[in-house]
């Protein structure tokens, strides 16, 4: 092997655990969430078996946000679905039981979370969701710097 050829390949590899690395960090020290679910197509028509989420998070924020601004929402894990305790424009330091999740400010005071937006479904879920959906929940994993991620959906 060339040593150009194996430069190549440690860089390919390099960049593919950069993007393999935060989900897995999410995954493995994260604490789970359960968030409510709004009833919304569970099928694209150009990705399959996908699932586009809504949550159904209305919690204004007390301070001025404007559209599409990023904002951390802190929820009481210990409830289901989770309350929201807090909105805050930075990362907010988090007690025993809290959960904080980055969120977008959108139209009409709502909330939404480009992270946990999508969720891959075998055929037979997301027949199952489609019927279902305004009874879920998405169990979201959420670390003290409020990355997230969606692992489930399960019933409420």
């Known amino acids: ?3 150009r050829l194996a430069i190549a390949v440690a860089v390919a590899i390099v960049v593919m655990l950069i993007a393999l690395v935060p989900p897995l ?5 994260g604490t789970d969430v359960a968030l409510p679910l709004e009833p919304v197509d569970p099928l694209s028509v150009f990705r399959g078996n996908y699932v586009d989420l809504r949550y159904d998070v209305d919690a204004p924020p007390a301070f ?4 599409g601004e990023t904002v951390y929402v802190t929820f009481d894990a210990a409830s289901r679905p989770a309350a929201v305790i807090d909105v805050s424009e930075s990362v907010p330091s988090l007690d025993t039981g809290e959960v904080c999740v980055r969120a977008r400010f959108e139209e009409s ?3 939404g979370f480009p ?3 999508q969720y891959f479904v075998t055929a ?3 027949r199952l969701l489609e019927r279902e959906l305004d009874n ?3 169990i979201v994993r959420a670390t003290d710097s ?4 969606l692992v489930a959906i399960e019933p409420e």
């Open 64 to 67: 001025p946000v404007e559209f």
């Open 109 to 111: 005071d709502r909330l």
């Open 124 to 126: 037979d879920e997301g």
């Open 25 to 29: 960090w999410v995954r493995t020290t």
């Open 1 to 3: 092997m060339s040593r």
């Open 136 to 138: 879920m929940v998405g």
């Open 146 to 149: 409020c990355r997230a991620l």
């Open 115 to 117: 992270e946990l937006e």
